[in-house]
C-alpha cells in the first residue's frame, strides 16, 4: 500500500509565498518523476512543475520564475516552493509521483491568493 500526503497549502495575499509539501509512504521500492498539477474551479488539470529521479526540472510557463520544484529522496518527499504568487495561481495542487512502476496522486491542497 502507498499513500503520498500533501501539505502546505492555505491563503495567502498575492506577492506572499507557500511552499506545498507531498511525502510518500508505504512499500515504495523506486520513485522516478514527481510532478505537481493545479486545478482552478472550471478548469483543467494543468502540469505545473515536474522533477525527474536525476533532477532535471520543467516548469509551465505561468509560474517560470517563481516556483520551484524540489525532491528529497530520503524522505521520499517532493516540494513546491511559490513565491510571488497571483490570484490566477488559486487551485488545487496535486502532486503525482511514479512509485515502483505506477502514478499515484496525493488528496489535494487547496492555494487560496486574495488579491
Known amino acids: 500500500q502507498v499513500q503520498l500526503v500533501e501539505s502546505g497549502g492555505g491563503l495567502v495575499q498575492a506577492g506572499g509565498s507557500l511552499r506545498l509539501s507531498c511525502a510518500a509512504s508505504?512499500?515504495?521500492?523506486?520513485?522516478?518523476?514527481m510532478r505537481w498539477y493545479r486545478q482552478a474551479p472550471g478548469k483543467q488539470r494543468e502540469l505545473v512543475a515536474a522533477?525527474?529521479?536525476?533532477?532535471?526540472?520543467n516548469y509551465a510557463d505561468s509560474v517560470k520564475g517563481r516556483f520551484t520544484i524540489s525532491r528529497d529522496n530520503a524522505k521520499n518527499t517532493v516540494y513546491l516552493q511559490m513565491n510571488s504568487l497571483k490570484p490566477e495561481d488559486t487551485a488545487v495542487y496535486y502532486c503525482?509521483?511514479?512509485?515502483?512502476?505506477?502514478?499515484?496522486w496525493g488528496q489535494g491542497t487547496q492555494v487560496t491568493v486574495s488579491s
Open positions: 522533477i525527474s529521479s536525476g533532477g532535471s526540472t
Open positions: 508505504g512499500s515504495i521500492f523506486s520513485i522516478n518523476a
Open positions: 503525482n509521483v511514479v512509485l515502483n512502476g505506477w502514478g499515484y
